[in-house]
């Protein structure tokens, strides 16, 4: 049997292992492990690629949300509005600083909060929206932030999943005030431990976020304000810069790849759809497919890595039970729930695999 993997990080590694290597040489041997100068540059880079943004750094894309929502002032008595069809990250971090996440239903084509439902769900304790760019695709950013403004709230991208993408040739993480990323090694763009990063096109802000990262300080040993320690590893910012230079490839490589799942996968089972003014880093290739389980369990027991993102919508999970969610309070969120399933995906798939992937699904619905 054929062995492949869901996201094939050995591959991409042995393609760059030379400059992969020697940049991480430098680190250890230069010794500054943290904040070094490798960091700096990195921000300088990515905040190029996205358009003239400042960029901000950090360990994780979780704490990348959470330096950003703590820099916008949110905090006990407020209200912010998300999407239940996401990663735990985008909603547990708004919790975690004592708000209350306020769900929104998804778009059932795009998995993307629906901009139609946002204003029913807007109260005076609103403080912003954090939208997610779900599986590598933007949500309908004009129609947000037409919204946002209007009722004076902040709205921030999850763009954990989206980095590469463009909204309107806008790219990802350059489109609202403040955006966030992630670095996790099966993102499009990934490290090799964890990592994140804020975008903003406010300096006051960014200023802001450089402190909270390094425990409200300014300078050493004086705190203007409660911060974390959110720094990225030197080590991982000498990998994205490596990684950065093969990244446009790697995005027109992942167009490749959906498009024959897409010409494989048609009339068989539902294939996504990026809008016209959209482009996807297909973070996940993500269908909808009846008898989801069955197929599912049929394609593993062919050697074929398949995931469910996500099986279990945030409204009612054990962990937001207080906030009074019912299944049922979002039917979009929960019907996606059931059917999604995202194939083996990235820039290095081989024909082969695909081949393998797209004849055991055709098999499965005979
Ligand atoms: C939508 C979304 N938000 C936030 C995160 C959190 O990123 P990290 O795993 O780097 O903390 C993820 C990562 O899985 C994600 O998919």
């Known amino acids: 049997m054929m062995k492949m993997d869901f996201i094939d990080l050995k591959r991409q590694y042995n393609l760059y292992k030379n400059e992969i290597d020697e940049a991480i040489g430098e ?15 990195m921000e300088k880079e990515l905040g190029r690629f996205v358009g003239n943004r400042e960029v901000v750094s950090c360990s994780s894309g979780t704490d990348a949300l959470l330096l950003a929502l703590m820099a916008l002032g949110v905090g ?10 996401t990663f735990i990250a985008t909603a547990e971090t708004i919790a975690f600083l004592g708000a209350k996440p306020v769900f929104v239903d998804i778009d059932p084509v795009t998995f993307n909060i629906d901009p139609s439902l946002v204003e029913d769900a807007i109260t005076e304790r609103t403080k912003g929206i954090v ?9 309908e950013f004009d129609e ?18 989206s980095f590469g993408a463009t909204y309107k040739n806008r790219p990802s993480c350059g489109i609202t005030e403040v955006a966030i990323t992630s670095f996790f090694p099966a993102k499009p763009l990934g490290c090799f431990g964890d990592g994140g990063a804020v975008f903003t096109s406010d300096p006051g802000l960014a200023e802001h976020l450089k402190m909270l990262r390094n425990h409200g300080q300014k300078e050493r040993y004086l705190h203007h304000s409660i911060g974390i320690n959110g720094r990225m590893d030197t080590i991982q910012a000498a990998v994205i810069l490596v990684k950065l230079r093969h990244f446009p490839k790697e995005v027109e490589l992942r167009q490749e790849k959906a498009e024959v799942y897409n010409q494989g996968l048609s009339g068989v089972v539902e294939t996504p759809k990026v809008l016209d003014h959209n482009l996807s880093v297909f973070a996940q290739y993500t269908i909808k497919a009846e008898k989801r389980d069955d197929l599912k369990s049929h394609l ?6 398949v995931a469910v993102h996500y099986p279990i919508p945030l409204h009612i999970q054990p962990c937001f039970e207080s906030l009074g969610y019912k299944e049922g309070s979002f039917p979009q969120a929960e019907k996606a729930a059931k059917m999604v399933m995202s194939l083996p995906m990235h820039p290095y798939l081989k024909e082969e695999e695909q081949e393998m992937v797209i004849e055991a699904i055709r098999g499965f619905y005979g």
């Open 27 to 41: 680190v250890v041997a230069s010794a500054r492990y943290i904040m070094g100068p490798q960091i700096t540059q």
């Open 76 to 85: 006990p008595g407020d209200e912010v509005i998300t999407p239940p069809f």
């Open 131 to 139: 939208a997610v760019s779900l599986f590598g695709q933007c949500p």
């Open 144 to 161: 947000l932030s037409e919204i946002a403004e209007r009722h004076g709230l902040f709205l921030l991208e999850d763009a954990a999943q």
């Open 300 to 305: 593993e027991s062919q050697g074929i890595p």
